[in-house]
């Protein structure tokens, strides 16, 4: 049953980059700012710039933020406030995201995380305790409505196969952990 859930989360996984894909993006990037910015401020220091695009938008705490240029270190002539954000001050330190990398936090309940190495950048992610309360439910309630088109209801009919697969594989897994841990507690020798 475990190889089960793990081809469910894999399949998950993959629909969600797919997903981000199909909206227009393919590259999934982070980094940190280097100096704080106001909430004014149209130009962002940052680590490094190595997998954004040359123009376009991220996400930083909860601002979009647009851009029309990229040096190795910065995203300049920056447009606040983007898709009806509000723009607001960020610290040193404040993690930058690509639309990609935040639509895989926000549907999966990762942190991408990067560090530098003399090979360049490597990006990675860790599994937190979000993972539980963020994909768990999002696998439960997952919105596939951006697949009513065409033929890609088609897709989006086996999506939620996957989704119920991946509920019931879970739930399966909880109540036979539960029930062992019962019986180990009631039928001692």
Request: glycine content about 8%; aromatic content about 12%; charged content about 15%.
């Amino acid at each position: 049953m475990n190889k089960l859930l793990v081809a469910f989360m894999l399949a998950f996984f993959l629909s969600t980059l797919l997903s981000a894909i199909a909206d227009g993006g393919s590259s999934a990037a982070a980094t940190r700012l280097v100096t704080a910015v106001d909430d004014d401020d149209v130009t962002f220091t940052v680590r490094s710039t190595q997998g954004f695009r040359e123009t376009g938008w991220f996400e930083i705490d909860d601002e979009k933020v647009g851009y029309n240029g990229i040096t190795a270190t910065t995203f300049a002539n920056c447009t606040r406030a983007y898709e009806d954000t509000t723009a607001k001050a960020h610290l040193t330190g404040s993690i930058i995201y690509s639309p990609e990398t935040g639509v895989i936090n926000a549907a999966l309940g990762f942190t991408v995380v990067n560090t530098g190495a003399t090979a360049g950048t490597i990006n990675m992610m860790l599994f937190p305790v979000k993972f539980i309360t963020t994909t768990v439910p999002k696998l439960i309630t997952w919105d596939f409505q951006y697949l009513k088109e065409g033929d890609a209801q088609y897709l989006r009919y086996a999506l939620w196969c996957i989704s119920a697969g991946f509920v019931f594989s879970m739930t399966y897994l909880i109540l036979s952990a539960i029930g062992g841990v019962a019986q180990s507690i009631f039928l001692r020798p």
